[in-house]
């Protein structure tokens, strides 16, 4: 009986540490405005891996200069019927502010989400498709505390500033939690108001502790 518990013990500590969730990758896929392209996120060594593959929409005749087409983690989902603005602002966990332009060589100085400042703008082609990106990028994380974690986000491009495209970033194993309100954007279910994004997952490994000091009980018993 004692070993018998002893074993359902580890069993369920095993469960917790397989219940906190890894994510390695995610994506976002951004259809709108003439505008074709998906980011994908994978989480590496040394790193996120930044795939960019543009297909159409970032045209040298649609391009506002010198600014250009910018493209940043924001940190809200995307609003109902495609609103971009209800995006929020950029992903700055670290609070840098808008600091124009970033110095790419001086991390401190860009906002984690500020992809576009860390690996230069977009510069339109004339079929609107763009040689496909690959950055290695040292800040952003999938999880972390807080306002770190890139679940929930999304991306969006801008053309001159205007926000011009964005999608949801899909985080893979990772559901948004349901909507509170009535209106609900298209694509993926996602949060209104404030977000907490870890916190479905501190909940189960709340719950599975629990179970975890009711079978310490039932050994002390
Ligand atoms: C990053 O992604 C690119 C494109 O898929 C790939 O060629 C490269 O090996 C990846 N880098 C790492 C460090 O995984
Ligand atoms: C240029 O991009 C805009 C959207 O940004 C699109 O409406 C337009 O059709 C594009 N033009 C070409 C030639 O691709
Ligand atoms: C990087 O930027 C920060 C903030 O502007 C500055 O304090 C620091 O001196 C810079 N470091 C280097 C090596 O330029
Ligand atoms: C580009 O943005 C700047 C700064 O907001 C604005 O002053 C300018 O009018 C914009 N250009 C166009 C063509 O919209």
Known sequence: MLFKSI??????????????????????DIKMNGIDAMFTFDKVPGGMNITVTV???INATAQILPVGYEYHVHVNPVGPNNNCMATGLHLDPAKVGVVKPCEPANLTTCQTGDLS????NFI???TGAIPTKTYLDTQLTFTGEGENAMLGRSVVIHNNGTRVACANLIVE???AP?????????????????????????????SVALSGVAALMMLAL
Do not use: C, D
């Open 55 to 57: 297909n159409s929409g």
């Open 7 to 28: 074993a359902s013990v580890l069993a369920i500590a095993g469960l917790a540490a397989a219940q906190t969730k890894e994510y390695t990758h995610g994506h976002a």
């Open 117 to 120: 400042g860390k690996y230069g």
């Open 124 to 126: 339109g082609s004339e």
């Open 178 to 206: 349901a909507p509170t309100g009535s209106a609900s954007p298209s694509g993926t279910g996602a949060p209104q108001a404030s977000k907490t994004p870890t916190s479905g997952a501190a909940k189960l490994v709340g």
């Open 173 to 175: 194993g990772y559901t």
